[in-house]
């Protein structure tokens, strides 16, 4: 689990919404820098209220685990975190004993005078449950009584066994464990936020697992959304600047050959690393230089040398769709930051 900051208030995300609507949490996500789509908040929002997984669905770079993670940062809320990936077991997920803890228990227990059958019985007690990822944040919540956010990401490689193993705690809020008894929350207005990340390439989760969720396939953002992200996300960066990167993306997105075309996480670090460097240009060299923050395959990097006279002309033209929108976006945060 990844602790709260220490010093900020942890907000529920269910009482925002109940309060103050999707406007609120835009507001909140838009705090940390991120700019939610309409349709994606509408679907956030029932997810939250319903108290269901939200299952969003997406190609790279389209924002799916920058969302969660906004989410988690705008209400400082403690964060589960598991990694869907081939081999993950039950222990990794739900639970598993100590096993060496449990047995020095017994032999602790038996040389003070407690019978076997009695040491053996109280062994499987909470001391000695381990609790993986995904009950760990649902016992917590129950626990606690604060709402924790867990994030599954990648969970088209789970396993079919794994997958399976998380049925009971997303339909009802709870697992057994044998010899242990229930570990969760019946209450659904008490539930961790669960945020379920897929890329769609790996494995087809199963139709009961889709059942049991709220489902958004997240789009690409468009140029102008770009616009507006890239701007919220390096707020520091100037008008000319984010022009720049903009036009860099659109540009190769356009180049033929170029297997991984770059995302806008790709353009985010563009960005921080022109900012961070103070270039006040752009020209081939210049672009070379930062290339391989772009260009994430051989053959792509070799594409793009090629093709650098292309980039570097589109990137210094005027383009009347992305310079507008530059300019637009810049003028509106200036007006809201006076009004402020």
């Known amino acids: 689990m990844n602790p709260t900051v220490s010093n900020k208030p942890i907000i529920n995300p269910r009482q925002i919404v109940s309060e103050g609507g999707a406007v609120a949490l835009a507001e909140l996500l838009a705090g940390t820098g991120y700019m939610v789509q309409e349709r994606v908040l509408n679907d956030l929002v029932q997810a939250i209220k319903k108290g269901a997984p939200h299952l969003i669905e997406g190609e790279r770079g389209s924002g799916k685990t920058a969302l969660a993670e906004a989410l988690a940062e705008a209400c400082n809320l403690p964060t589960f975190y598991l990694q869907g990936m081939e081999g993950l077991e039950l222990e990794d997920v739900l639970y598993s004993w100590d096993r060496e803890g449990q047995s020095q228990f017994v032999r602790q227990a038996i040389a003070s005078g407690m019978k076997l059958a009695e040491a053996r019985a109280r062994q499987w007690g909470a001391d000695y449950l381990l609790f993986g990822e995904a009950l760990g944040a649902f016992e917590f919540a129950a626990r606690t009584g604060t709402?924790?956010?867990?994030?599954?990401?990648?969970?088209?490689?789970?396993?079919?066994?794994?997958?399976?193993?998380l049925l009971q705690l997303f339909g009802r809020g709870y697992a057994h464990v044998p010899r242990y008894g229930d570990v969760g929350q019946k209450d659904p207005g008490r539930w961790p936020i669960v945020v379920l990340l897929s890329n769609d390439i790996r494995h087809d989760l199963s139709a009961p697992?889709?059942?049991?969720?709220?489902?958004?396939?997240?789009?690409?953002?468009?140029?102008?959304?770009?616009?507006?992200i890239l701007h919220a996300r390096v707020p520091g960066a100037s008008a000319e600047a984010v022009g720049w990167v903009a036009k860099l993306l659109d540009c190769i997105r356009g180049i033929p050959g170029v297997q991984d075309k770059p995302a806008l996480r790709e353009g985010i670090d563009l960005l921080n690393a022109l900012m961070r460097?103070?270039?006040?240009?752009?020209?081939?060299?210049?672009?070379?230089?930062?290339?391989?923050?772009?260009?994430?395959?051989?053959?792509?990097?070799?594409?793009?040398?090629?093709?650098?006279?292309?980039?570097?002309?589109?990137?210094?033209?005027?383009?009347?769709?992305?310079?507008s929108w530059v300019e637009q976006d810049f003028m509106t945060r200036t007006s809201l930051a006076l009004v402020a």
């Open 147 to 165: 709402i924790p956010i867990l994030i599954v990401d990648e969970i088209d490689k789970l396993s079919d066994r794994i997958e399976d193993m």
């Open 209 to 228: 697992m889709r059942s049991r969720c709220v489902y958004t396939w997240m789009d690409m953002p468009s140029a102008k959304e770009e616009v507006a």
């Open 277 to 323: 460097d103070r270039i006040e240009y752009v020209d081939e060299a210049v672009l070379t230089s930062y290339l391989c923050l772009i260009a994430k395959r051989r053959d792509d990097r070799s594409y793009l040398e090629q093709s650098m006279a292309r980039i570097e002309q589109a990137v210094n033209s005027r383009s009347e769709e992305i310079d």
